[in-house]
């Protein structure tokens, strides 16, 4: 809990959720932490968020089941922030994927069925419109840092916290998905009923459970365990130390049209002034 304290909030408007499992010192590259807190939402309570000079940190892996998705966007538009860069460690099921490997997917597929995708489960607003899946000039940011992660991919969002079926990544596969992860769905949807840029960036961990060898032996909770071999270890450094030129790059005005997603309903009055009357 804060207390009294004052929380900074206007430092940086770029919320980093971090999917994958990283000691802390790895993020040093995006200055000192300045300042740790938990925020309580409508939602329940949304953190540790760590203020760094550059961006917010959320770790945002492990999760508890229970944990509503809302708290964290309601959190990151309360605090000010306007970007929300989503890393994730994800399984691959296109098969040209590799451990290790980069993509930056530019459409998703929710298959989530045990979580709230929208805050409007009250009034009949809330039908918005889902392309560009992912915020375009976030994305531009990634990809001219990270010129070697695949630029074009869908990512499928599943509720976890179990692995996906053999049968379940052929299927997911043939429905045109080419990773599967946890974090990243329905949190998207949610920031664009905020009006916030999201964007993901997915580190492959393992292929799908199709194409693990016959014992299974690889499927032993890879992303969880904090145990990365040498060729995830280091695609996770390539993103580490390109983190400081995109928070830079992202640092300007948005060009984007992330934050006009509700203007039809705030032009019409169906939506005011104060987001926290949406709901
Ligand atoms: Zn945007």
Redesign the pocket.
């Known amino acids: 809990m804060l207390g009294k304290r004052v929380i900074i909030r206007h430092m940086s408007d770029i919320l980093l959720l971090i999917g994958v499992i990283l000691p802390p010192p790895a993020l040093d590259s995006l200055g000192g932490v300045r300042q740790e807190f938990t925020l309580q939402t409508p939602y329940g309570p949304a953190g540790p968020f760590a203020r760094r000079d550059q961006v917010l940190v959320l770790p945002y892996s492990g999760l508890p089941d229970r944990t509503d998705p809302r708290a964290t966007l309601w959190a990151a538009k309360d605090l000010g922030i306007t ?1 929300i860069i989503g890393w994730d460690a994800v399984i691959g099921l296109n098969p040209l994927l590799h451990r290790g490997s980069l993509l930056v997917p530019d459409d998703f597929i929710d298959w989530t069925r045990h979580q709230p995708t929208t805050f409007f489960e009250r009034r009949g607003l809330g039908y918005l419109p889902q392309m560009p899946a992912f ?4 994305r531009q940011a990634l990809l001219h840092a990270l010129p070697d992660a695949a630029p074009l991919g869908v990512y499928l969002g599943f509720d976890g916290p179990r692995r996906e079926t053999a049968a379940e990544a052929r299927l997911l596969r043939a429905w045109g998905s080419d990773v599967l992860g946890l974090n990243l769905v329905p949190e998207v949807i949610l920031a664009k009923e905020l009006e916030l ?1 999201f964007v993901g960036l997915t580190s492959v961990v393992e292929p799908g459970a199709d194409r693990l060898p016959d014992d299974g032996q690889a499927a032993a909770e890879p992303s969880l365990s904090g145990e990365h071999s040498g060729e995830f270890r280091l695609a996770l450094r390539r993103v580490l130390e390109a983190l400081p030129g995109i928070a830079a790059a992202l640092q300007g005005p ?1 060009t ?1 049209a ?2 006009q997603s509700q203007a039809g309903s705030r032009s019409r009055g169906a939506l005011g002034d104060d987001w926290k009357t949406w709901f």
């Open positions: 970007r915020c375009p000039q976030c840029c948005r984007c992330c934050g």
